[in-house]
């Protein structure tokens, strides 16, 4: 039995848990489960490792604080900061970040390539992170906007100088509001501002159209949630663990 995992605390309900389950069910993969490893502390990781376990992925809130753990980095999680795929190979653990490849494939079905100017990213989290990278490896200029000062715009400066939102044809909301079943929260944006010319990208897949995604859609701008970078993401875990594992 091959045994893959989620490592994070607390893990209760797990996206990922149940993807893999229902794909080795689906795919009829008997030689393999997927198990939850709620780490209270991530130094039980050197434990954990101790294991047979053929791949893991990490979710919050250790992302950023596996990396001392771990032998090797891929380029793209390095440079991003922050690991949700750990490969077990010859012994050794490598840390990478599919989530930038989930987003990566997911935008370019999206948008038209000559569609896109430049972008706004809502949110300086750790998804953040990694669709930073992705934008910059597409060479897609783009702008940062936190509730914080000290990043390109705040909130109040959107709200206060409008045409701002005209340079911007892809805005991608990073921030966790409008998750249910908070589903009437949205980034303070204004959406007033937006046309037909604009893409909006929630990285929320629940609900699958977002208060932020249909106040988009009213003003005309094309849509997509998070879905399948999710998919995206978990798949290309499953291709790192096994088709350069082994
Ligand atoms: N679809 C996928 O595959 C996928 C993958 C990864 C993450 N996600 C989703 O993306 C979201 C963010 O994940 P994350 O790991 O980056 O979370 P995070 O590290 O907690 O960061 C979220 C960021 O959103 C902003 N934010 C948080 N609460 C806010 C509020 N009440 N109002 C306005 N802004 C707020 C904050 O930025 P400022 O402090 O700068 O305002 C914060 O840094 C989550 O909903 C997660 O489920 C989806």
Known sequence: MKTYGLI??????SFSGKYFSEK???????????????????????????QDIAGLNVTIPYKEQIIPFLDELDEHAKSI?????IQFKDGKTKGFNSD????????LNFIPKKSCSKALILGTGG?????????????IPFKVVSRKAGFDYTYDDLNSKTDVIQEYHL????????????????PYFPYKALSD?????DLVYNPAETAFLKAGKN????????????????EKSWEIWNALAK
Do not use: W
């Open 219 to 234: 003003q005309g701008a094309k849509t997509i949630n998070g879905l399948e970078m999710l998919i995206g993401q978990a």
């Open 24 to 50: 080795f069910k689906k795919e009829n993969i008997q030689v393999c489960e997927y198990r939850l490893f709620p780490l209270e502390s991530v130094g039980e990781f050197d434990e954990l490792k101790q």
């Open 127 to 139: 998804a953040s992170k990694a669709i930073k990278q992705v934008l910059i490896d597409l060479s």
């Open 8 to 13: 994070g605390f607390p893990l209760k309900h």
């Open 100 to 107: 930038y490849y989930g987003f990566k494939n997911s935008l």
């Open 197 to 201: 010319n604009h893409y909006l990208y």
């Open 81 to 85: 900061g922050a690991v949700n795929v």
């Open 171 to 186: 805005i991608i909301n990073t921030t966790p509001l409008g998750t249910y079943p908070n589903i009437d929260e949205k």
